[in-house]
């Protein structure tokens, strides 16, 4: 399946977070989020990026836009995740890879030469009309959540 792009609307969807709760296109629209899609809870690179987000969650709050990362880790695995940590961002869980594969992030890696199935690194600035305003894929970790916040102030502004 191919990626989303820019200007096209986000998939429809709705996912278990680790408080018990749901979230749903429906409940975000009319506003801007972001979701960011991740490997595997609890590993070096997804550990930073949360913490990234997390460190900054209280910026995105005053602008209005919610910050939710999004792998296919089970809702309990969240939970340890979130706690070890301290995190303050809203993980949900796509177990199923409904939502990662309507982006189309669920793909052929690589690793030391073995070849496997995983989630590609990405992130999406959702408008407030649900539709994809940025994308950032194949995401390096270092300075990341600082540029999708940066984004969200312009669109905000």
């Known amino acids: 399946m191919s990626q989303l792009q820019e200007g096209q609307p986000c998939p429809d969807f709705t996912l278990p977070d680790m408080e018990g709760g749901t979230v749903s296109l429906a409940d975000l629209k009319g506003r801007p989020f972001v979701l960011y899609f991740y490997p595997k809870d609890d590993t070096t690179g997804c550990t930073?990026?949360?913490?990234?987000?997390?460190?900054?969650?209280?910026?995105?709050?005053?602008?209005?836009?919610?910050?939710?990362?999004?792998?296919?880790?089970?809702?309990?695995r969240h939970v340890r995740f979130r706690d070890k940590h301290g995190l303050n961002v809203r993980l949900l869980s796509d177990e199923g890879k409904e939502l990662i594969e309507a982006f189309g992030l669920w793909v052929e890696k690589s690793l030391y030469g073995k070849r496997y199935m995983g989630v590609e690194r990405t992130t999406a600035l959702v408008?407030?009309?649900?539709?994809?305003?940025?994308?950032?894929?194949?995401?390096?970790?270092?300075?990341?959540?600082?540029?999708?916040l940066a984004a969200a102030r312009a669109l905000a502004a």
């Open 48 to 76: 930073a990026e949360a913490l990234g987000f997390s460190a900054l969650a209280a910026d995105f709050a005053s602008l209005g836009v919610p910050v939710m990362g999004v792998s296919p880790d089970p809702v309990a």
């Open 127 to 148: 408008g407030p009309a649900g539709e994809i305003v940025r994308f950032w894929r194949k995401v390096s970790v270092k300075g990341h959540p600082e540029e999708v």
